[in-house]
């Protein structure tokens, strides 16, 4: 007996009466009316596929002409874009996609994708009856054609939306291959979200390339289409593992695999990759495509317009495992510290030499919404805190002739500024240190000796040095950040921080960042027309010249001090590295931001940490936060860089010298504890005597000066000498200052009791000059400051004349003055002391 069939339209009339002969006209044309709504639907599916066009986006010429390939400095491709699509990754040819993936995919999604026309009837029905079985939606009935219909050309859910979907995917099987709509399904559906592309999921969870994948691994990227969110393996590994196991059943019964390959597969553990964004650097990618980094970044080329849609291909300076390496080490970083209210991190690695950007992290996860992810740390402007005092130290080398052994005042200081009042500034310890170093100031990174040096410069002066390196973003006037610029009071890009400290590791050269390092541009015409260009020459051996070699090396040194920085980071600190490392912590006002910047010969590593919101974090500082980091980020830059010691110094330019400990100076026999210092051969040959030493004779009865004492009753002490700025400090800090009284045993001293010493200065610690006082005309009481003067041991009597009048004072050398309205002129005078300079300040 010969099958039937199922009848077509223009013989439905004759095929009724044929099987039944007999039926009633009434049954016969009920019969004939469920046919006609049977077959109707797909006849109107048929014409509205013919009348459907297809979307643009098939074309592959059209997607060729479009595209961009990216690769790492060493020619591995780390993603290819279309044109305004940052989210997709390469397009993975189907014949690169190797076998599991296609094999994993028809499975968990259309068994039958080689038989049908695009729908398939037999999956609607089963759809159909499940849903009035259980009265619920049991299985979709969605082929590969309609997903990929749906990708191309979103829809609402509803039924006119799904028989759009239904004549589009019809459409398409008309006009593409199995394979082409194979290869198309694969470039084109969610993995994940953020994530269009098997090859993009494959790098991003696996960090391999598809045709690499596991069938365990192909199995549960298979899953995870239908749900893209629900099967997201960060969220749990649970859901996806129980929907994998699914898909390689389905193989198994599809024919699809063996039986042992299955049941490896299901024994095998979802092992993801160490997280880092998977994507190819896509914060630099974004930079270098819409033109962020300027042309200095790019090969002339290029040009100074965006290269999204220009570009056919570009090879970044990046190293994609350092890349990578990094991105995991910021994550990492950023959940370590979250009890600590850190949300985000961001890294520059940059080649000292030429350069180039080796790492660029703009954030931990750029998929992390909660955390701004999208935003880019390397190029949002930050303070950068104490970061700055490197070159502000170097410019007073240069200008103002301090050296590493320069002693500075760590003492409480004020500072007028540009509204009138007055800036105090203040350690991060808390505390003040009295007469430092430069050399501790720096490495210990006081506050106090730097906004003093930069008082001593004039802000016009550093922040015109700041311009020099490459720190752009600082262009308000001088007189806006006024001396706080020492302490980074402006903001300025992660990566120019990074170029300005790599511009101290090559000796004061600067050179701009690179980010490319060869280009190919589209023809206008696109496609075919594509023509590659010559990469760009190396940068030459030589950049400009911005800092003194002598003196930037001096810095270098002591960046790279781990004594020096002891006093305020103690010993074992994130910055103690295992080979030697130049660097610097800054943390901003309110604990906003932190960063930490260092290099070795070959690379810079700059990091910040923070909250792209600006939110405050929980007490965490440079070290603390932004150190670790730094110190894990160079360690991975020393495996790609091996780390080798600082060239030694130039003898014909430095010389290495002994200074006594306390005064930076040539130690006399009165010094105590001496120092090795690294001077410009200039500087070192110019060291005058320790001044900040005396031996006094002392009676030891009683511990008074002795005048005319007897021998046996006498001996030689060494005492401590400061000058008035010192003074107030030594006396509070107990310090080993000599005796101003005279022993009553002995006789008066030779030349009189209480007599300054030689050079003895007094000065007006406050108001500082140029300072504006406002009268509050709602407050009834009283309003006065306190005028202060410093005055150096030996001094008993001083004098303040305030416009023109003297006012007698003595220790503790201060006076409550009631504000007059008007300007006013003061200065300190005492019998025996040269007078400081008279100020000037006015009362509103």
Not at 44 to 50: E, G, Q
Not at 630 to 653: G, I, K, S, T, Y
Not at 726 to 744: D, F, I, K, M, N
Not at 814 to 824: E, Q
Request: positive net charge; glycine residues 10%; contains cysteine.
């Amino acid at each position: 007996m010969r099958a039937l069939s199922p009848p077509g339209p223009g013989r439905a009339g004759r095929w009724l009466a044929r099987v039944h002969p007999r039926l009633p006209l009434v049954l016969r044309r009920a019969a004939w009316l469920a046919l006609a709504l049977a077959v109707a639907p797909w006849l109107l599916l048929a014409v509205a596929a013919a009348l459907t066009p297809l979307p643009p986006a098939l074309g592959a010429s059209e997607e060729r002409a479009v595209s961009t390939v990216l690769l790492d400095r060493h020619g591995t491709v780390l993603r290819e874009l279309r044109a305004g699509d940052g989210a997709r990754a390469r397009w993975l040819p189907l014949a690169e996609a190797g076998d599991r993936i296609q094999r994993a995919l028809l499975a968990a999604e259309d068994r039958r994708f080689a038989r049908h026309p695009g729908v398939d009837p037999i999956a609607i029905a089963r759809a159909l009856g499940q849903l009035a079985a259980e009265r619920r939606v049991v299985s979709g009935a969605s082929t590969i054609t309609q997903q990929l219909a749906r990708a191309l050309v979103p829809r609402p859910r509803t039924v006119r939306g799904k028989l759009g979907e239904m004549a589009l995917a019809l459409r398409i099987e008309a006009s593409l291959s199995k394979r082409e709509i194979l290869e198309q399904y694969l470039n084109r559906v969610a993995f994940g979200p953020g994530l269009r592309g098997v090859e993009a999921a494959s790098r991003f969870y696996f960090d391999k390339p598809t045709a690499d994948l596991s069938l365990a691994e192909a199995a549960a990227l298979a899953s995870m289409p239908r749900g893209p969110s629900l099967y997201d393996p960060r969220r749990g590994a649970g859901p996806l593992e129980r929907r994998r196991n699914r898909v390689l059943d389905r193989m198994l019964a599809a024919g699809l695999a063996g039986e042992a390959e299955v049941a490896r597969a299901r024994a095998e553990p979802i092992a993801l990759a160490p997280k880092g964004s998977g994507l190819g650097a896509p914060h630099l990618v974004h930079a270098v495509l819409d033109g962020a980094l300027g042309p200095a970044a790019v090969p002339p080329e290029g040009g100074a317009a965006p290269l999204r849609g220009r570009a056919s291909s570009i090879t970044l300076t990046i190293d994609r495992g350092l890349q990578r390496e990094i991105e995991v080490l910021a994550q990492q970083t950023v959940r370590g510290l979250s009890d600590r209210d850190v949300g985000a991190a961001a890294v520059v690695v940059l080649e000292n030499a030429t350069g180039e950007i080796l790492a660029y992290v703009g954030s931990h996860d750029i998929e992390d919404a909660a955390g701004l992810g999208h935003n880019d740390g390397v190029l949002a402007l930050r303070q950068p805190g104490s970061a700055l005092k490197p070159f502000v130290y170097g410019l007073a080398m240069e200008q103002l002739g301090f050296t590493a052994a320069t002693v500075l005042p760590d003492v409480e200081l004020s500072f007028p500024t540009a509204e009138g009042g007055s800036y105090v500034p203040r350690n991060y310890d808390g505390r003040f240190h009295g007469p430092v170093r430069l050399r501790d100031a720096l490495a210990s990174s006081y506050n106090v000796p730097a906004v003093w040096t930069a008082a001593a410069l004039g802000p016009e002066r550093v922040l015109t040095r700041l311009r020099e390196l490459g720190l752009g973003s600082l262009d308000r006037e001088a007189s806006r950040y006024g001396v706080a610029i020492a302490l980074g009071d402006g903001e300025v890009r992660l990566l120019d921080l990074a170029n300005a400290y790599a511009t101290l590791a090559r000796g004061g050269l600067y050179l701009p960042v690179r980010a490319v390092r060869a280009l190919s541009l589209s023809s206008p015409a696109g496609g075919a027309g594509a023509a590659p260009v010559e990469p760009p020459a190396a940068p030459p051996g030589r950049g400009a010249r911005v800092l003194d070699a002598a003196r930037a090396r001096v810095i270098v040194d002591v960046l790279a001090d781990d004594k020096a920085r002891i006093g305020s980071f103690g010993e074992g600190s994130a910055l103690d590295l295992p080979f030697p490392v130049a660097a610097k912590t800054g943390t901003s006002k309110g604990f906003r931001d932190n960063l930490a910047v260092g290099f070795t010969p070959d690379v810079t590593v700059a990091v910040w940490v923070g909250n792209f919101d600006g939110s405050p974090m929980g007490g965490v500082s440079g070290i603390t936060g932004a150190g670790p980091l730094f110190r894990d980020a160079m360690l991975a830059a020393a495996r790609v860089r091996p780390p080798r010691p600082f060239d030694p110094p130039d003898p014909e330019l430095l010389a290495e010298v002994e200074v006594c400990g306390l005064s930076g100076m040539r130690p006399t026999a009165a010094c105590p504890h001496r120092r090795r210092e690294l001077l410009p051969r200039g500087d070192a040959a110019a060291l005058a005597p320790c001044d900040m030493h005396e031996v006094v004779r002392i009676d030891r009865r009683n511990g008074l000066r002795a005048g005319a004492c007897p021998d046996a009753a006498v001996e030689e002490r060494v005492f401590e000498r400061y000058d008035a700025e010192l003074t107030a400090w030594a006396r509070a800090a107990g310090r080993p200052v000599a005796p101003e009284e005279a022993s009553p045993l002995c006789g008066p001293l030779p030349g009189g009791d209480g007599v300054p010493p030689a050079g003895a200065r007094v000065r007006v610690a406050y108001p500082p000059d140029g300072a504006r006082f406002i009268l509050d005309p709602s407050v009834n009481s009283l309003q006065a400051i306190r005028l202060r003067a410093d005055v150096p041991p030996g001094v008993r009597r001083a004098r303040f004349v305030l416009d023109g009048r003297p006012i007698e004072v003595g220790p503790p050398f201060a006076l409550d003055w009631p504000l007059v309205a008007g300007a006013h002129r003061l200065r300190v005078e005492a019998d025996g002391a040269s007078a400081g300079e008279e100020i000037a300040f006015s009362v509103e």
